[in-house]
């Protein structure tokens, strides 16, 4: 027998427990594959098509970094999951190297496994993708809203890389394989499987320390929500810090806490309670032998929860309606006023004709001093359309502020406004006025940076004597109810507005804005999605692998036990247990993280996020479910087998 074909066997041997890191293997190949699809797709030329050269580039930098992150995670999952393997065999090598191997002989053997696994994966996970090639470029022209669509095409440099990348990252697993295998004596490899395991301890400091990294993480991440006034880099530092004491925190709450929990409850009555004796003691054994995989796999599955349902939430309509309630806003300076109304009359028959309902004023905001006033009649009639309360000012001398864009709308909510005394210096007049109230509601986006809502009479006593009024912008919004519906129209109206004989008109649609969000949105779920279905699926084998590890001494440890009268019924329940910990309360975890970082974003938006939140907590859940009741069935079908009860 030649080492290719040992090595075939030992493969085919092993089955079980490679069966999970193959099939990730071939995931990871396939969603590389696909993104490569996309990079190199001759219509796209490099670039994603969208509304924005931003967004192009955006598309190209963001498939480049999706490809890097999975080769790079890969890299890691492979390296783990052969490390592991080979604690695992460490009796076989043993046996190997007592029978007469040379360590260079074993490097070769465990070298040409890797090997036949990682092209068998390579070309599995290429196959698949092409397999589902068409249907991928339709999806994807769907996500980024590509009218025109994608044609199917012959992938061959997608392929060529696909292929050329994960075989350097298989060579240099396998090259990473002979260091690991350098350690150990002869006697240890062979004796590893005899070894007592020592008593799990946990440190009571390190145990509380978790708890108080992560609330104080928790508290840090809401810091940060609340934070509008802070530079970027400043609000930056911040969710790093909190992310990282969560993190950290996590980690100490899997190798300390759940063993000083486990310690507690065998102290105390429930502990002699049936068959807890039992399960309590073997889950104590199993939460800390397994308790770094629980730290990845939480960190990776809350880390992949939240990106997906942050994504979900950006492509949201409500996101581009808070930044601007508006489906059109058309403005035209006061000198072409005759122009610009007829335009806007242009603008109203078109929608009538196509079966839109709408509102519209003209509104003309007069600057002085720094800050763009208008009247309370205008701010009164925008509000009520919108559905905001009226507002009511006692004389000339008080005014009301209101938001200008959405950070300034959320500095208001947290009362930060600036002087409670301003100074309106426009031309011909000048006075002193005192801010009675601030409003939190976006009414007029984008007109004015400063913008302050005035009596109207003091609003007419500064226009009357304003010297530059041909120079005023004149602004007409728009509210349609299906405003989504508009985007052929919008179309229509930016390209007529933009080849008109006025170079000072100007025109925005909140449908078009919505798309280029759409196109963003369908980017970044590409890549946090895409990428965190791997993290998950990585996540799902790191859980099955150690379920299989421990199987053979499972088996040994049952069968001893079921010799002193231990019941079928129940082993089952002790068992079911035991596997329930092993699969969800990595993911309780995760999904507590995830829930407190929806529940921070819910305070930077201001429309319902928890839809997404559930869709992304049910899959989850449910998948996981699902999960554990397969690898259940599997699991107590071959130790039922084994011990022939």
Not at 178 to 199: C, F, H, N, Y
Not at 308 to 337: E, Q, R
């Amino acid at each position: 027998m030649n080492f290719q074909r040992l090595a075939y066997h030992n493969i085919v041997r092993n089955q079980r427990t490679y069966i999970s890191h193959f099939l990730s293997s071939i995931f990871s190949v396939l969603i590389f594959f696909s993104y490569a699809v996309l990079l190199f797709h001759p219509d796209l030329q490099g670039e994603l098509q969208a509304s924005s050269d931003t967004v192009s580039i955006l598309g190209t930098i963001g498939m480049k970094i999706s490809e890097i992150l999975i080769f790079v995670f890969s890299f890691f999952f492979l390296l783990y999951s052969v490390g592991a393997f080979l604690k695992l065999r460490k009796k076989e090598i043993g046996i190997l190297l007592l029978l007469g191997m040379s360590r260079k002989q074993l490097h070769r053997l465990l070298f040409i496994e890797n090997a036949l696994i990682g092209f068998s994966a390579i070309a599995a996970g290429i196959g698949l993708g092409l397999v589902f090639l068409k249907l991928t470029l339709l999806l994807c022209a769907n996500v980024l809203s590509i009218d025109q669509g994608l044609p199917f095409y012959v992938p061959t440099m997608a392929l060529i890389v696909t292929a050329a990348a994960y075989l350097i990252l298989f060579l240099l697993v396998g090259m990473f394989t002979s260091v690991m295998v350098q350690k150990g004596t002869l006697a240890e490899l062979i004796m590893s499987e005899d070894r007592p395991k020592k008593e799990p301890k946990a440190s009571f400091l390190l145990s509380t320390l978790a708890i108080l990294l992560i609330g104080t993480g928790y508290a840090i991440v809401f810091l940060f929500v609340y934070q509008v006034y802070s530079s970027s880099i400043i609000r930056f530092l911040i969710l790093l810090g909190g992310v990282g004491a969560v993190i950290i925190g996590t980690y100490f709450l899997f190798t300390q806490f759940s063993v000083q929990v486990i310690g507690w409850l065998k102290r105390r009555t429930v502990y002699f309670v049936r068959t807890n004796m039992l399960t309590l003691s073997e889950l104590a054994y199993r939460v800390k032998d397994n308790a770094v995989m629980f730290f990845m796999v939480a960190v990776v599955s809350a880390g992949a929860f939240t990106g997906v349902g942050t994504t979900l939430a950006i492509g949201n309509p409500g996101l581009a309606a808070m930044v601007n309630p508006y489906a059109f806003t058309y403005s035209y300076p006061w000198k072409d006023a005759a122009f610009g109304e007829r335009k806007s009359a242009e603008i109203g028959k078109s929608l009538e004709a196509q079966g839109f309902d709408y509102w519209s004023i003209p509104v003309t905001p007069v600057f002085a001093g720094g800050y763009g006033l208008i009247s309370l009649s205008a701010y009164n009639r925008m509000a009520a359309e919108l559905g905001y309360p009226l507002e009511q000012l006692s004389d000339d001398r008080h005014v009301m502020l209101s938001p200008s864009f959405v950070r300034q709308a959320n500095e208001f909510r947290a009362n930060i406004y600036g002087p409670t005394r301003i100074e309106l210096d426009a031309d011909n007049f000048k006075t002193t006025v005192k801010v009675a109230k601030v409003s939190v509601h976006l009414v007029f986006p984008d007109i004015a940076y400063n913008l302050v809502v005035v009596t109207d009479n003091l609003y007419n006593r500064v226009l009357s004597g304003y010297e530059d009024k041909p120079h005023l912008r004149v602004y007409r919004q728009y509210t349609v109810e299906h405003w989504k519906e508009t985007r052929e129209l919008s179309r229509q109206w930016v390209t007529a507005v933009e080849t008109d004989n006025n170079p000072d008109d100007q025109i925005r649609s909140l449908a078009l804005e919505w798309v280029a969000s759409r196109q963003e949105n369908g980017i970044l779920l590409m890549i946090s999605g895409l990428v965190g279905i791997v993290f998950f699926t990585f996540a799902a084998s790191f859980i099955y692998f150690r379920l299989y590890a421990d199987l053979d001494r499972d088996e040994q440890q049952y069968r001893m036990i079921s010799k002193v009268g231990l019941s079928r019924k129940e082993m089952k329940t002790m068992i079911t247990r035991q596997l329930a910990v092993l699969f969800f309360l990595p993911l309780g975890v995760a999904l507590v993280h995830t829930g407190v970082a929806f529940l921070a974003l819910q305070q930077l938006v201001h429309f319902s996020i928890w839809n997404h939140s559930l869709i992304i907590i049910v899959t989850a859940v449910t998948a996981q479910i699902i999960y554990f009741f397969l690898a259940r069935w599997r699991y107590l079908s071959r130790l039922y087998r084994k011990l022939e009860i």
